[in-house]
């Protein structure tokens, strides 16, 4: 999952920090992926405590949406090559509960309560590219490079593979997993795999403008949006539209449905709810 062109050095001194740094900035949860010296190489103990620190933030209440960032000059260059060098010498299942854990915390971010935005600067790359493959929004700096370079090392993309697949048209997909080369963040956009460019070192604070801006949604609603983003894509269209009212018929009877109504019509700000697990009518499950 890492670059030969962004090679994780093996030799760099370990990390004396938290793999992860958390931090509140009001309803959003910033997430920095915490090796900078090795551009936030992916290793088992990185995927744990942000797995960790993702599934706690899904019972905060008081969280409303998250921003995912890298320390030092990367996003993130994929997996740590001295830990995937361990892995090819370890037994089948062990290889496979590894993957396992990277198949989860990428389908948390994906289907989670919570939207993530991915800010990125530098290096995105396999492993880390499929990072923000899985995110909802992707703001990236004009210098940031893309890249899913796994069949350079002899390796699949398999996992990322998924959420890539989501992100890009199949032609945009291919040309990526099967080239392996690195795109700029110029070419990613106009690929469709990230929503904004800014200059260099300003992807932080746009992606916690955007937010900000999602938190303003109700808890109940951004959810349920998100779900629905996540299934519908493999439904036919039938199936859809009977999932589709059958969500559009649950929605009105919640206690969001009612309390933005009113706000608009009283012309004043909405008092969401809460507790995102407080009580709400049961909602539809797919046909």
Known sequence: MSSPEFPASSAAPVNPEPAVL????????????????????????????????????????QVRCVVLCGAGKAFSAGADLKALQDLGRASSE???ADS?????????IYTGRLPVVAAVEGAAVAGGAGLASACDLVVAGEGAKFGYTEVRLGFVAAIVMVFLLRSVGEKHARELLL????VTAQEAYRMGLINELVPDGGAEARALELAAEIAQGSVTALASTREM?????????????????????????T?????????????????????????????????
């Open 22 to 61: 958390a931090e509140r900035r009001g309803p959003i949860l910033v997430l920095r992926l915490n090796r900078p010296q090795v551009r936030n190489a992916l290793n088992a103990e990185l995927v744990a405590a942000l797995h960790t620190e993702l599934l706690a933030a899904q019972g905060d209440a």
């Open 94 to 96: 062990d290889n496979k």
């Open 100 to 108: 396992q854990r990277l198949a989860d915390l990428l389908h948390l």
């Open 179 to 182: 080239t392996g080369r690195l």
């Open 229 to 253: 983003l996540s299934l519908l894509p493999g439904m036919g269209l039938s199936e859809s539209l009977r999932y589709a009212v059958g969500v559009n018929a649950w929605t009105r009877t």
């Open 255 to 287: 206690a969001d449905l009612r309390e933005g109504v009113a706000a608009f019509l009283e012309k004043r700000a909405p008092e969401w709810r809460s507790e995102p697990g407080e009580p709400e009518p049961a909602q539809p499950e797919p046909a």
